[in-house]
T-cell receptor, first 118, second 116 residues
C-alpha cells in the first residue's frame, strides 16, 4: 500500500500528558498537510509543509502544538500538556506540487489518528 | 475570510435514485478550485470530483457531476444511480492558490444514506 499512513490510529491519554503523532506521506509528494476534525464537523487546517519548510500555521495551532518534517519525508505532530478540547481526529494529507494536468495537486488523506483526552 | 456552507446535515436516497447535495461558498478570490470529498464510515477521505473556477464547463466523473454557478457561488453535487457504497459523509471544500500551495477549507458535511 503506497498511500498516506498515520501512526497510531488511536490514542487515549490523560489530560496534561504529551502525545506525538506520525505521518508518512506518499513518497514522491513534496507537500504535507495536517488537519483536525471534530465529531460531526469538516476538517480544519492546522499546518502545511513544502518539503521540510513549514510554510503556514493556523491560529488553531496554539503554542502547545508543534509540527516538524525534518528531512522532507515523514512528519510528526506533537501536542504538549493535552486538554480535553484537543480530543479530535488528526488527519494528514500529502500532495504533489502539480497535478497530472498541470493544475493544483490533489491532496490524498491518511486514515487519521483519533485522540481521546480523558 | 473564505467560508464553505453545506446546509443539509443529513440526506437519504433510495438505491438507483438521483440525489443532489448543496454547497455555497464565499470568497473574493478569482483563482480557486472546488472539490467534493467522500468520507465513508471509519474510512479515509477520498476525492470525488474537482472543479477549476476558470472553467465554465461542469465537471463530471462517471455517476458524479457538479453544477457550478460561479456568480451565485454555488457548487452542488449530483449523484446519479445511487449505490449502497455511496453511503458516506460528503464534504464540499475550497482552495485558493497563494504562494506555492493552498489549504483546503471544508464545509460542515452532509451525511448521505443510500437505502436499499
Amino acid at each position: 500500500d503506497t498511500g498516506v499512513s498515520q501512526d497510531p490510529r488511536h490514542k487515549i491519554t490523560k489530560r496534561g500528558q504529551n502525545v506525538t503523532f506520525r505521518c508518512d506521506p506518499i513518497s514522491e509528494h513534496n507537500r504535507l498537510y495536517w488537519y483536525r476534525q471534530t465529531l460531526g464537523q469538516g476538517p480544519e487546517f492546522l499546518t502545511y509543509f513544502q518539503n521540510e519548510a513549514q510554510l503556514e500555521k493556523s491560529r488553531l495551532l496554539s503554542d502547545r502544538f508543534s509540527a516538524e518534517r525534518p528531512k522532507g519525508s515523514f512528519s510528526t505532530l506533537e501536542i504538549q500538556r493535552t486538554e480535553q478540547g484537543d480530543s479530535a481526529m488528526y488527519l494528514c494529507a500529502s500532495s504533489p506540487d502539480r497535478g497530472k494536468d498541470g493544475g493544483i495537486g490533489e491532496q490524498f488523506f491518511g486514515p487519521g489518528t483519533r485522540l481521546t483526552v480523558l | 475570510a473564505q467560508t464553505v456552507t453545506q446546509s443539509q446535515p443529513e440526506m437519504s436516497v433510495q438505491e438507483a435514485e438521483t440525489v443532489t447535495l448543496s454547497c455555497t461558498y464565499d470568497t473574493s478570490e478569482s483563482n480557486y478550485y472546488l472539490f467534493w470529498y467522500k468520507q465513508p464510515p471509519s474510512r479515509q477521505m477520498i476525492l470525488v470530483i474537482r472543479q477549476e473556477a476558470y472553467k465554465q464547463q461542469n465537471a463530471t466523473e462517471n455517476r458524479f457531476s457538479v453544477n457550478f454557478q460561479k456568480a451565485a457561488k454555488s457548487f452542488s453535487l449530483k449523484i446519479s444511480d445511487s449505490q449502497l457504497g455511496d453511503t458516506a459523509m460528503y464534504f464540499c471544500a475550497f482552495i485558493f492558490l497563494y504562494n506555492q500551495g493552498g489549504k483546503l477549507i471544508f464545509g460542515q458535511g452532509t451525511e448521505l444514506s443510500v437505502k436499499p
